[in-house]
């Protein structure tokens, strides 16, 4: 067994769907993002199932996993997608995808980019300070368009998860605080160029546990009786994305608990009517991609053994940012199947730096040039690559069945430098 089920051991080779990994390291190459298409369309089955009869509209995080035949597949099953940039927006559009299930987030967004969004005709702007508000007013007048508002309130819940990924305490930089936003809400109100349409929060990720959502969502109701008392009526309610996913042995929330427990609540507090938006990213595409690395040298020092593999921090760098722990699996041996003297290693990137590590303290039984897959690998790791040490990224192929397709090749190494010049 292994952390994701569309990635599963047969006659003791780690298999995509139907594909061994061998297959495709011997194809494609080593460091490959691999997906299952399977795998996402679960996924996104498990948010459908849990919607079912219900005013749900779930919006991708792409941030997540933004390539381009993920975001078709999730258009293509009635995805949404939540943006944070105009380059974001670009990549919806350039699928076909509806603009009017787009909400758009992001403490920082720019003029073009509202533009950009306000001209598409997205559902949404999930508004994050009342200078932001002022702008987007602003742009809108200019374009004689009005632009749909939520404001991102911050609920002050602590999400118990890391601390790089908890979004919604107080001390956070995003949203707006609780208690400030009536005020913001009434100066939206009175401006002609904007349309509140919904209140908004996200208050983490990788959260676990459904609790830290229902004290959110509490909050939250609390300020839509106090909107209405004041005249401003929301339409819908985002309680943003961060299911979490299976890394090693947790066992996070499913969507079916979050809405079974969000709709008691509103149903009992009489907002039954609202429409509910979700914003998962990891849970959706998390465990639906490994990245597969060779193991290039083994090194046994006296306080250590590494195994030094082919990909690296750029390509993976949630080790090194978060702390993260992603499990290993061998390609080619199942972890049930490894000797009991199996010695430890840390798995490491040819990278000029300590911080590139992927995996610590892992019970292997490796040799030079076997395959590793470094698991739950489909979120927040190519979208976080970059090219550090001019390391051409990975080619990321999408398994379907027996079949697979390469949906982003390997760069070259001339396409790295060849926008480049010496001074005259
Ligand atoms: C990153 C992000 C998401 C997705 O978060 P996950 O933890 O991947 O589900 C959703 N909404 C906003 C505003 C985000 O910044």
Redesign the pocket.
């Given at each position: 067994m292994t952390v994701a089920p569309h990635f599963s051991f047969k006659n003791e080779t780690l298999h995509a769907e139907d594909v061994p990994l061998t297959t495709l390291a011997r194809e494609l190459g080593t460091p490959l993002y691999v997906y299952s298409r399977k795998a996402l369309h679960d996924a996104w089955g498990a948010y459908s199932e849990a919607a079912k009869g219900r005013d749900v509209l779930v919006c991708f995080?792409m941030?997540?996993n933004s390539n381009l035949a993920v975001l078709s597949e999730f258009h293509k099953l009635g995805s949404g997608f939540?943006i944070?940039s105009g380059g974001e927006l670009a990549r919806v559009l350039a699928v076909g995808g509806d603009p009017g299930k787009v909400v758009f987030?992001?403490v920082g967004k720019q003029a073009w980019e509202m533009r950009d969004a306000l001209q598409a005709g997205v559902k949404c702007f999930?508004v994050e300070s009342e200078a932001e508000l002022e702008l987007l007013a602003h742009v809108a007048a200019q374009m004689n368009k009005v632009a749909p508002v939520s404001l991102?309130v911050n609920p002050d819940v602590d999400a118990h998860t890391h601390p790089y990924?908890s979004?919604g305490l107080k001390e956070n930089k995003f949203g707006i605080a609780i208690e400030d936003a009536p005020a913001v809400y009434q100066r939206a109100a009175q401006l002609k160029s904007l349309e509140v349409v919904g209140v908004d929060c996200?208050i983490?990720?990788?959260?676990t546990e459904v609790d830290p959502y229902l004290d959110a969502l509490e909050k939250l109701l609390d300020l839509i009786d106090t909107l209405a008392a004041a005249g401003t009526h929301i339409k819908h309610l985002d309680l943003?994305?961060?299911?979490?996913i299976r890394y090693t042995d947790e066992t996070p929330l499913t969507p079916k608990m979050l809405l079974d427990a969000v709709f008691e609540r509103l149903e009992a507090r009489g907002l039954g009517h609202l429409q509910i938006v979700l914003?998962?990213?990891?849970?959706l595409v998390g465990n639906a991609g490994v990245l597969l690395t060779q193991v290039q040298y083994l090194k046994h020092t006296e306080a250590k053994n590494f195994a030094i593999v082919d990909a690296a921090m750029n390509d993976l760098l949630r080790p090194t940012l978060y702390d993260a722990w992603h499990s290993v699996e061998q390609v080619g041996q199942a972890a049930e199947n490894r000797p009991a003297d199996a010695k430890t290693y840390d798995v490491v990137g040819p990278i000029c730096e300590s911080g590139d590590w992927l995996a610590r303290d892992r019970k292997l039984d490796v040799q030079q040039g076997d395959l590793l897959a470094i698991m739950s690998a489909g979120?927040?790791a190519f979208t976080m690559a970059s090219q550090y040490n001019t390391r051409p990224r990975p080619a990321e192929v999408m398994v379907d069945g027996s079949n697979y397709h390469v949906v982003r090749p390997r760069e070259t190494l001339k396409s790295l430098f060849a926008d480049e010049k010496p001074l005259p």
């Open positions: 995080g941030k997540a939540d944070v987030s992001g999930n991102r990924i979004t996200h983490g990720s990788q959260i943003g994305g961060g299911i979490g914003e998962p990213g990891r849970s979120a927040y």
